[in-house]
């Protein structure tokens, strides 16, 4: 980051209650515990800008298994079709209901700096689609859900960005790729996340790097797994 051209960014994915222990309805193991690190990195001043990411659904969203009749939270899927065209479809897992907009499973966890964000995204807003990444939900004939975020960081002329946050193995994974897709360098800072799988986080990494993702760790370089 000594670069002067580096212009960093950090995106704190989904830091809410729902995704923490003891009491969220999608808790992933040690969720709050990443809480300090991400603080710590909010205090770093490089960034030029600090974006928290929220999951906002509306209680008759698509992801929870409790909108279809028979389907089980973790362990079934769901076909999504384009609202906009119905050729263009993706199968997604369901979830037990969570961070229903307004609802105390949404809020942001009170640990979270939030007087050092500068700007907060809500994302998965649209019934009918999954939306993961804090960029945009995967359909693009025609896009469906696009959230700003990559213009709001071209306008301040960032080229890295560094992502943290719930759930290592969904929001952060997808938020990391579209921001590479967007043409940013682009790093997870392994302390700062928690998976939902951990075996599938673990033997996912490789591709992920390969498709661009820099997994950094705070104690050392970038690590090879
Ligand atoms: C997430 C599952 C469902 C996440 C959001 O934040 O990783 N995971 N909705
Ligand atoms: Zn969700």
């Given at each position: 980051m000594s670069d002067p051209a580096c212009k960093p960014a950090l995106i704190v994915v989904d830091l809410q209650e729902d995704f923490c222990p003891p009491n969220g309805s999608l808790a992933v193991e040690e969720g709050r515990d990443v809480a300090s690190v991400v603080n710590d990195l909010l205090s770093v001043p490089s960034f030029v800008i600090r974006v928290a990411t929220k999951d906002w659904h509306p209680a008759d969203h698509i992801s929870f298994a409790s909108n279809h009749a028979g389907k089980q939270?973790?362990?079934?899927?769901?076909?999504?079709?384009?609202?906009?065209?119905?050729?263009?479809?993706?199968?997604?897992?369901?979830?037990?209901?969570?961070?229903v907009q307004g609802s105390p499973g949404a809020a942001l966890i009170p640990e979270l700096h939030i007087d050092k964000v500068d700007r907060i995204i809500e994302k998965g807003q649209r019934k009918e689609v999954e939306m993961y990444s804090a960029f945009y939900d995967p359909l693009t004939q025609?896009?469906?859900?696009?959230?700003?975020?990559?213009?709001?960081?071209?306008?301040h002329g960032v080229t890295d960005v560094y992502v943290v946050g719930l759930a290592a193995d969904y929001c952060v994974q997808s938020t990391a790729l579209d921001a590479v897709k967007e043409g940013f360098k682009t790093y997870i800072v392994e302390e700062g996340t928690r998976p939902v799988d951990g075996k599938a986080w673990a033997d996912g990494k490789q591709d992920l790097q390969n498709m661009g993702v820099r997994l950094v760790s705070l104690s050392g370089p970038e690590v090879e797994r």
């Open positions: 939270p973790f362990v079934d899927t769901v076909t999504v079709v384009n609202p906009h065209n119905a050729n263009e479809t993706y199968e997604t897992r369901l979830w037990p209901v969570h961070c025609p896009r469906v859900s696009d959230s700003g975020l990559s213009g709001v960081l071209k306008e």
